[in-house]
C-alpha cells in the first residue's frame, strides 16, 4: 500500500521553529518529485516548496524562501521542511504530496501535478 504520512506539525510562538517530516511506506521516496503545500480553511491549496528527485533542484514559496528548508533523508525514506522564523501567517494544514515526473518553470506550484498526498499535518503559530 503506498501511503505518505506528514508529521511534525504543532503550536509554536512567533519566530520559533518545526521541522516537519514526510514519510513514505510502500514505495522509495527518491524516485519521486515531493512538494510541500499548505491551506488554510476556504483557501486554495498553496506551493510552498519542491525538491527534486535527485535533490539538485529546490524551490521556495516567495513567503518562505530563507526561511524554510527541504531536504531528502534517502536512508529513512523521508523528506523534511525545516521552518525558522514562523509568522503568524505561517499556520495552516501542511501537505507533502509525491510526483513521478520532474516539474519545471512554476509547475511544481500545482497541485494536479502530483499524484499522492498525505493527510496534513497541522501548524498554528501564536504567543
Known amino acids: 500500500q503506498v501511503q505518505l504520512v506528514e508529521s511534525g506539525g504543532a503550536l509554536v510562538q512567533p519566530g520559533g521553529s518545526l521541522r516537519l517530516t514526510c514519510a513514505a511506506s510502500?514505495?522509495?521516496?527518491?524516485?519521486?518529485?515531493i512538494g510541500w503545500f499548505r491551506q488554510a480553511p476556504g483557501q486554495e491549496r498553496e506551493g510552498v516548496s519542491y525538491?527534486?528527485?535527485?535533490?539538485?533542484?529546490?524551490v521556495y514559496a516567495d513567503s518562505v524562501q530563507g526561511r524554510f528548508t527541504i531536504y531528502r533523508n534517502n536512508a529513512e525514506n523521508t523528506v523534511s521542511l525545516q521552518m525558522n522564523s514562523l509568522k503568524p501567517e505561517d499556520p495552516d494544514v501542511y501537505y507533502c504530496?509525491?510526483?513521478?515526473?520532474?516539474?519545471?518553470?512554476?509547475?511544481?506550484?500545482?497541485?494536479?501535478?502530483?499524484?499522492?498526498w498525505g493527510q496534513g499535518t497541522q501548524v498554528a503559530v501564536a504567543s
Open positions: 510502500g514505495f522509495t521516496l527518491e524516485n519521486y518529485v
Open positions: 525538491i527534486s528527485g535527485s535533490g539538485k533542484r529546490t
Open positions: 504530496a509525491a510526483g513521478v515526473d520532474a516539474k519545471y518553470g512554476t509547475a511544481w506550484r500545482i497541485p494536479f501535478e502530483y499524484l499522492d
